[in-house]
């Protein structure tokens, strides 16, 4: 099966930047350590700074799924919870 990759765009209250950013780099470095993860990385928007985007590269779907279930994933949810004021997120796959 192909690598799955996934674009996470989350936009920020202007308020929590600084302590969102902070999670962020939390669940960054503990995601790259999974065994599933290929990469793992989080880029901020240059004409908007309160959007940042994660772009993430997986094994598989078990990998996507057990990254989801993990438990820095579940304490940067709970991190971030009330301090967003969007998020989106898209599964991919390279076709050619």
Do not use: C
């Amino acid at each position: 099966m192909a690598e799955l990759k996934i674009v996470a765009t989350i936009t920020v209250k202007s308020d929590n930047k600084e302590e969102v950013l902070v999670a962020l780099q939390n669940v960054v470095n503990a995601t790259r350590k999974e065994e599933g993860n290929v990469s793992y990385d989080l880029h901020q928007n240059i004409t908007n700074p309160l959007e940042y985007t994660i772009l993430e590269v997986w094994k598989s779907q078990e990998a996507i799924d057990l990254h989801n279930a993990s438990t820095h994933f579940d304490e940067f949810k709970k991190a971030i919870g009330g301090k967003i004021e969007g998020l989106k997120v898209d599964i991919i796959k390279q076709i050619y």
